[in-house]
Structures are given as structure tokens and as C-alpha cells.
Antibody, heavy 126, light 111 residues
Framework: QLRLQESGPGLLKPSETLSLTCTVSGGSISSSSYYWGWVRQPPGKGLEWIASIFYSGSTYYNPSLNSRVTIFVDTSKNQFSLKLTSVTAADTAVYYC??????????????????WGQGTLVAVSS | QSMLTQPPSVSGAPGQRVTISCTGGSSNIEAGYDVHWYQQAPGTAPKLLIYDNMNRPSGVPDRFSGSKSGTSASLAITGLQAEDEADYYCQSYDSFVSGYVFGTGTKVTVL
């Protein structure tokens, strides 16, 4: 059974850099059928996609966060990671990592998120 | 700012049928990008409910069904059960923003 587990600090100060890692177990991150992504959810609010990456390094980024976000993959450790710079209180959220399945239709990009981690709360406060 | 609009809430009695709409536009649903649906119970991670507009992953009851037409998609829940009380989100790709977008979310209440 595939399992994704987020790890990283739960509390940051404004202007610091958020770093999170997702460890994948029960399957290979080097599969040609999946991207791997990050989604966040501010307390009491909806879901926001952040970024997704293929094992080869191909990436998709949310344009609204693009200038502050980097996603990267370490196939040797079966992990992928997220860095978000210059955080503010608006970045306070539960951060989820998820498997982003490649679509089978005319659009060749990733489609749905079929497996999710349990999520980790990151709070930004001075 | 979400490009996919859902009603904030829907409710129904046990056994009833409820539907949740997901309204998009020419750069997402109408453009032909697939719509996916997620169920999120309180305090838990989202769970994939419907993928590629109408397909159910293994283990999802056939009480859940999806459809898509024009600029919108819908999720139907028949035979509503107490355990269906949760938040539901649609998701697709948007070519205008060149990224993946989630709907605004709908809270389903079982009366």
C-alpha cells in the first residue's frame, strides 16, 4: 500500500523559508505514470495546489506562488521536497503531499491526486 | 481566486439524493480538461472520489457518480448516509493560469 508522509518544522517566523519533505513508501517515486505534488489548506479554507514534479525533474508550478516556490525530487531516497521562501502569516496552512496521476486523455499532463499524505500544519508567527 | 465555483453547502435527509455543481469556464471545464472530485472528512486528508469526470477509484461506493457538460461538472450522491457528511471539492486544469485549480468547496450536511 502506497504511503506518503510529510515532515518538516511546524512553526516559522515571517520572512523565513519553509522546507518540507515527503517520503514515499510502498511504491517507487520513479514511476513513469505519476507526478508528485504539494497542496495546502489554510485553516478553515479550501485547497490550493502549489507545485508538482516528475521523477526526471519536470515541474509544474502555481503561477501565484512561482517566484517563491521550488520543488525537487531525490529518487535515491524516494522523497520529494518543497521550499517556500519569504513566508508570511498567509502561508499558515496544512501542507499535504500527494501523488499526481498522469492523465490518459488528450491532455498529457498530470490529472488527479490519487494518494495523499496525512498533512502537516505549518504556522507562521512572530 | 478559484476558477471553479461550487455551492457553499447542500443538505439532505438520509436516503435522499443530493448533487453538487462545479461551474468553470472556457479555460478549464469547457476546454475539455477532466474534472476530479474529492471528499474531505473533518480533520483528515482529501480522498479521491471521482476521477476523469465519471470514474470511481476502487473502493468508492457506486452511490457516488460524476458527470460533465459544457462549462460545469456535477457530483451526485444517492442514498445519502451519515458518513457522507464532509467537504467536497472539484479539481481540474486551467489553461489561463497554466495550473491546477480546486473548486471553492461544498459542505454536505446529512439532516
Amino acid at each position: 500500500q502506497l504511503r506518503l508522509q510529510e515532515s518538516g518544522p511546524g512553526l516559522l517566523k515571517p520572512s523565513e523559508t519553509l522546507s518540507l519533505t515527503c517520503t514515499v513508501s510502498g511504491g517507487s517515486i520513479s514511476s513513469s505514470s505519476y507526478y508528485w505534488g504539494w497542496v495546502r489548506q489554510p485553516p478553515g479554507k479550501g485547497l490550493e495546489w502549489i507545485a508538482s514534479i516528475f521523477y526526471s525533474g519536470s515541474t509544474y508550478y502555481n503561477p501565484s506562488l512561482n517566484s517563491r516556490v521550488t520543488i525537487f525530487v531525490d529518487t535515491s531516497k524516494n522523497q520529494f521536497s518543497l521550499k517556500l521562501t519569504s513566508v508570511t502569516a498567509a502561508d499558515t496552512a496544512v501542507y499535504y503531499c500527494a501523488r499526481h496521476r498522469l492523465g490518459s486523455g488528450w491532455f498529457r499532463g498530470p490529472a488527479d491526486f490519487d494518494y495523499w499524505g496525512q498533512g502537516t500544519l505549518v504556522a507562521v508567527s512572530s | 481566486q478559484s476558477m471553479l465555483t461550487q455551492p457553499p453547502s447542500v443538505s439532505g435527509a438520509p436516503g435522499q439524493r443530493v448533487t453538487i455543481s462545479c461551474t468553470g469556464g472556457s479555460s478549464n471545464i469547457e476546454a475539455g480538461y477532466d474534472v476530479h472530485w474529492y471528499q474531505q472528512a473533518p480533520g483528515t486528508a482529501p480522498k479521491l472520489l471521482i476521477y476523469d469526470n465519471m470514474n470511481r477509484p476502487s473502493g468508492v461506493p457506486d452511490r457516488f457518480s460524476g458527470s460533465k457538460s459544457g462549462t460545469s461538472a456535477s457530483l451526485a450522491i444517492t442514498g445519502l448516509q451519515a458518513e457522507d457528511e464532509a467537504d467536497y471539492y472539484c479539481q481540474s486544469y486551467d489553461s489561463f493560469v497554466s495550473g491546477y485549480v480546486f473548486g471553492t468547496g461544498t459542505k454536505v450536511t446529512v439532516l
